[in-house]
């Protein structure tokens, strides 16, 4: 039996107020904490987060010349971190300094700075691509735990951040070696012989 006008009529109409969905926009997954995390530092970089540090960096000499005069003094007074109890003291620092070793080859690459002519490092720089610590993170205090699904999310932060600072700096002269680099970075310290490596945000090869 062939269908009647007024079937086919109604089945024009109901297809008419149909919304016909793509495939692909029933099937997108959600993005994951480090694709997530990688979005909003690349969002904030320029606007926000290399705002907050070249604002709040310290010089270098007067921040080491507090902290090697009284470690717990100079930990209050320069301090960028939020006051959590325990925590690592978390200090923005800028300056220039020489280069006095290198080590380009590793993953977890840096260079060794002379800040004050001595002939010995007073901190290293990270070159990643491997990068350790929290430091940028916990400096910036727009960045609150409490804002944060759990403390694996805030961990992505941290190495979301670390990532956009390594993408973020310019190739390293193979002969770096006696060359002074200028940088504004972070770096934590919990104790006064913890090692100062300071992760750059912003790095520079000044002529002599």
């Known amino acids: 039996m062939r269908p009647s006008a007024f079937c086919i009529l109604a089945a024009c109409v109901l297809l008419a107020g149909c919304k016909i969905v793509a ?24 606007t926000r987060i290399l ?16 902290l090697a005069a009284d470690f717990s003094a100079g930990s209050v007074e ?44 007073d901190l290293d720089i990270q070159l990643g691509p491997v990068i350790r610590g929290t430091a940028l993170r916990d400096a910036l205090p727009f960045y609150e735990f409490t804002a944060f699904r759990d403390q694996i999310e805030f961990a992505k932060l941290s190495r979301a951040l670390n990532d956009a600072a390594h993408a ?3 190739a390293t002269p193979d002969d770096s070696v006696g060359k002074r680099a200028a940088f504004v970075g972070a770096f934590t310290m919990a104790e006064p012989a913890d090692p100062k490596e300071v992760v750059p945000v912003e790095l520079s090869w000044p002529a002599p």
Do not use: C, H
């Open 168 to 170: 973020a700096l310019p």
């Open 51 to 66: 705002p907050r540090l070249r604002e709040t960096a310290s010089p270098a000499p007067e921040l080491l010349a507090a």
């Open 23 to 46: 495939k692909s926009d029933e099937t997108d997954a959600p993005q994951d904490d480090a694709t997530r995390m990688a979005a909003l530092v690349a969002e904030d970089w320029d």
């Open 78 to 121: 320069y301090n960028r971190a939020s006051a959590v109890e325990g925590a690592p003291s978390v200090f923005v620092i800028r300056g220039e300094g020489s280069v006095i070793g290198a080590n380009t080859e590793s993953r977890a690459a840096r260079l060794n700075v002379d800040m004050d002519g001595d002939g010995a490092a």
